[in-house]
């Protein structure tokens, strides 16, 4: 699959001596990724979420895939989301993800999706991952995604 997509880190500025922990990305609704009735199918923003915590990692310096090359992962242990009005095909999403929690062995990022063309959310929800070695062991956050993040 491929997203047309474009990060509009603009939207949000750190403040001074604040780091910066928060990725705004905008997705046009397709129509493989809706229903019958030309609603975006639920399974949909899960997979917007994905791309927006992927752009938000390389927003601040670090792709998923370096992060896998020096040895860590960032499983799902928890998904939410909560839906709150419909998009239908070719709408465009604002999806924006914030890093709210990043303690011992886990990180939790929180979620809105906004209708673009009224601001509208559309969608509020989080997930949480542990960071796992390649043994799949669950270790403790990295030092190094600690000063990037922290």
Same mark, same amino acid.
């Given at each position: 699959? /491929?997203?047309?997509?474009? =990060?509009?880190?603009?939207?949000?500025?750190?403040?001074?001596?604040?780091?910066?922990?928060?990725?705004?990305? /905008?997705?046009?609704? $397709?129509?493989?990724?809706?229903?019958?009735?030309?609603?975006?199918?639920?399974?949909?923003? &899960?997979?917007?979420?994905?791309?927006? $915590?992927?752009?938000?990692?390389?927003?601040?310096?670090?792709?998923?895939?370096?992060?896998? /090359?020096?040895?860590?992962?960032?499983? =799902?242990?928890?998904?939410?989301? $909560?839906?709150?009005?419909?998009?239908?095909?070719?709408?465009?999403?604002?999806?924006? =993800?914030?890093?709210?929690?990043?303690?011992?062995?886990?990180?939790?990022?929180?979620?809105?999706?906004?209708?673009?063309? !009224?601001?509208?959310?559309?969608?509020?929800?989080?997930?949480?991952?542990? &960071?796992?070695?390649? /043994?799949?062991?669950?270790?403790? =956050?990295? !030092?190094? &995604?600690?000063?990037?993040?922290?």
């Amino acid at each position: 699959m /491929e997203y047309i997509i474009s =990060v509009h880190s603009n939207i949000y500025t750190a403040q001074p001596g604040e780091k910066m922990k928060k990725t705004i990305i /905008e997705i046009r609704v $397709r129509y493989a990724e809706t229903d019958q009735m030309g609603v975006a199918h639920h399974g949909s923003y &899960f997979t917007w979420m994905e791309a927006a $915590r992927t752009e938000l990692m390389r927003e601040k310096g670090l792709s998923y895939r370096e992060l896998e /090359e020096y040895g860590y992962y960032l499983p =799902v242990r928890e998904a939410y989301c $909560r839906y709150r009005a419909s998009l239908q095909y070719d709408d465009v999403v604002l999806v924006e =993800v914030e890093l709210s929690e990043l303690k011992g062995a886990s990180l939790k990022l929180n979620y809105r999706m906004l209708r673009k063309e !009224d601001g509208k959310i559309v969608a509020q929800g989080y997930t949480i991952h542990p &960071f796992t070695n390649t /043994e799949g062991k669950i270790v403790r =956050v990295p !030092d190094f &995604f600690a000063q990037i993040f922290g």
